[in-house]
C-alpha cells in the first residue's frame, strides 16, 4: 500500500518562507517521480514541481525562481522550499507519485500566506 504523508504546512506572512516534506512508504522511492501539487478553495488542483528518478526538475512558471524540489533517497522524502511566498500562494498542497498506472495523493498540508 503506497501512503504518502505531507507536513510542514502553517501560517505564514507575505515574503516567508517555508519547507514542505513528503514521506512516502509502499514503493522503492528511488525510482519513481514525486510531485508537488496545491489546491486554492474554489480552484482546480495545479502542478507546482515535479522531480525525477535522475532529479530532473520541473516548475509551474508561477513558482520558478522562488520553490525549489529536492529529493532524498535514503529518507523516502521529497521537499519542497518555498521562499518569497504570497497570499496567492494559499492553498492546501498534496504530494504525489505514481505506481503501476495508479496515482497516489497524500492527505495534504495547508499553506496559508497572510498578514
Known amino acids: 500500500q503506497v501512503h504518502l504523508v505531507e507536513r510542514g504546512g502553517g501560517l505564514v506572512q507575505p515574503g516567508g518562507s517555508l519547507r514542505l516534506s513528503c514521506t512516502a512508504s509502499?514503493?522503492?522511492?528511488?525510482?519513481?517521480?514525486m510531485a508537488w501539487y496545491r489546491q486554492a478553495p474554489g480552484k482546480q488542483r495545479e502542478l507546482v514541481a515535479d522531480i525525477s528518478s535522475s532529479h530532473d526538475r520541473n516548475y509551474a512558471d508561477f513558482v520558478r525562481g522562488r520553490f525549489t524540489i529536492s529529493r532524498d533517497n535514503v529518507r523516502n522524502t521529497v521537499f519542497l522550499e518555498m521562499n518569497s511566498l504570497t497570499p496567492e500562494d494559499t492553498a492546501m498542497y498534496y504530494c504525489?507519485?505514481?505506481?503501476?498506472?495508479?496515482?497516489?495523493w497524500g492527505r495534504g498540508t495547508r499553506v496559508t500566506v497572510s498578514s
Open positions: 509502499g514503493i522503492n522511492f528511488r525510482l519513481h517521480a
Open positions: 504525489s507519485t505514481t505506481r503501476q498506472s495508479l496515482t497516489y
